[in-house]
């Protein structure tokens, strides 16, 4: 708003002519005077540790707050803007413990032609003017820098935005929705989508073809670090974790010593060095190392120094992820906006993997699960969701140590029957039909539908195996 404000103070206004210009330069400079000391009060009062926490948090937050001043200075000697003195003349400030210090490390890496690290690339356009056609970045394969269509528009310099064979320009033409002006928060995820879609299915037992050269082109994504999630990006152990799951599940299973470089004395990280934690990533090197104990053992493989650590190494996952549990059943993580799929991802990986020991903790995430359905039988933290709803339904029909408990009580039938009919049919062909709001977390919040699809195909299926047809409604 503070940008087109100011396009409309300094006499352009973006085709808007006359009194209709003033009426917008009114409106906008209305909303920027209730709610820009809002924002300024609330900055001053948040400690750091209260910003979500997203990739790349510091710097974009510390970005966002200069880019903010920068706007407000320049329309400081504009009466024309209409902001109230008062606001023209009050810097934002950063929440307590936010100091800029990382921000101000990259801008001045660029700006003297130093590399920075290969995740900052996602983030790229916090760096503003720096980032243009910085001579130490390249765009990758396809155009993209950091696997992000902001970070790719902030680099596009003018000469590069003028040739219409640049790879950059071509990426950026693709896409961007050209009725909407919208991009997505991040593209390619093409070792994270194929992944998370595999593996979902396989694991649910969904049959489905898949090609030898898909398995293959997966498989050949794992180098000496794992694999990251797309090209422009740095290696993470939860795609790589998910992608050594899901070629144990074809058949094609691969030691996970890749992950070692991402063990702490705790726990294991996304990234080496990383100061955050994550439940979910734990829960996927859970299943990758249950996966390929599990093939080795129905290849009757003696028993190595190797096996043993990762034999190790689900005890201690196991351990962990139970620990992590809160007191009412469920898992929250940094990935997810929604406490369903955290408890999903840890339920599955410690009912196939976790034994018997697991079993509580399995039985207070399907209690919680239970409770928490509304009326329409649709689960959702703020309110009912497709997406939200499968990985609801995951949990109560993931059945490897359930024994009994499901045709003792009657509950689950009834929860997961009701459940079912708030889906979609599997069979629509529209995909639009299988999305909902954006709760997975990125630097934005994003949807990747493709997985989400995959999630409600995979609900469906163990709904049907237990006798309940998903698609008789």
């Given amino acids: 708003m503070l940008a087109v404000l100011r396009s409309h103070a300094n006499g352009y206004p973006d085709g808007i002519t006359g009194s209709d210009a003033e009426v917008k330069a009114a409106e906008l400079a209305g909303r920027l005077n209730r709610v820009l000391p809002m924002l300024a009060r609330r900055l001053a009062d948040m400690p750091a540790a209260a910003l979500p926490d997203m990739p790349a948090n510091d710097l974009i937050t510390s970005s966002l707050i200069e880019s903010i001043n920068d706007h407000l200075d320049s329309l400081r000697p504009l009466p024309a803007s209409g902001l109230d003195p008062a606001v023209h003349d009050r810097h934002l400030g950063r929440p307590r413990g936010l100091d ?117 082109e997966l498989g050949a994504a794992l180098g000496p670090g794992g694999t990251p999630a797309a090209e422009g990006l740095p290696a993470d152990a939860d795609t790589t974790s998910a992608t050594l799951y899901a070629l144990g599940l074809l058949g094609a299973p691969r030691p996970p010593d890749v992950l070692w470089p991402y063990e702490t004395e705790t726990h294991f990280c996304t990234w080496p060095g990383e100061e955050g934690f994550s439940v979910t990533v734990n829960a996927h090197v859970l299943e990758a190392f249950g996966q390929y104990l599990h093939a080795v053992g129905q290849g009757e493989s003696p028993q190595t120094a190797a096996t ?144 989400v699809r995959a999630s409600l195909l995979a609900a469906q299926h163990l709904a049907n195996k237990r006798g309940l047809r998903p698609d008789s409604h």
Avoid: N
């Fill in 308 to 451: 043993e650590r990762y034999v190790a190494t689900v005890d201690k996952l196991v351990a962990l992820l139970s620990d992590q549990q809160e007191a009412d059943g469920t898992w929250t993580d940094r990935w997810h906006a929604s406490p369903y799929y955290a408890t999903m991802c840890c339920v599955v990986a410690l009912d196939r993997f976790g034994g018997e020991k697991a079993a509580p903790v399995i039985r207070r995430a399907r209690e919680w699960t239970l409770a928490t359905q509304r009326p329409d039988g649709s689960w959702g933290r703020w309110e009912g969701t497709a997406e939200e709803t499968a990985y609801a339904l995951q949990i109560l029909l993931s059945d490897e140590h359930v024994g009994g408990m499901w045709d003792t009580t009657g509950r689950y039938k009834k929860s997961v029957t009701l459940g079912c009919k708030f889906l979609p049919a599997p069979d629509r062909p529209d995909p639009g039909t299988f999305e909902g709001p954006a709760l997975w977390h990125d630097k934005d919040l994003y949807l990747p539908a493709a997985i």
């Fill in 100 to 216: 800029g210090t990382r921000l101000a490390k990259v801008r001045a890496a660029l700006s003297a032609g130093v590399s920075v690290p290969e995740k900052v690339l996602h983030a790229l356009e916090v760096a503003s003017e720096l980032a243009r056609g910085a001579r130490t970045i390249r765009p990758g394969s396809i155009g993209a820098i950091g696997a992000s269509p902001a970070a790719t528009a902030a680099w596009l310099d003018g000469r590069a935005a003028r040739d219409a064979s640049h790879p950059a320009r071509i990426f950026l033409e693709a896409v961007v929705d050209e009725h909407a002006g919208l991009a997505p928060c991040g593209i390619p995820i093409t070792v994270f989508e194929r992944a998370w879609v595999l593996g979902t299915l396989a694991r649910a037992g969904v049959e489905v073809h898949v090609p030898a050269s898909l398995v293959k």
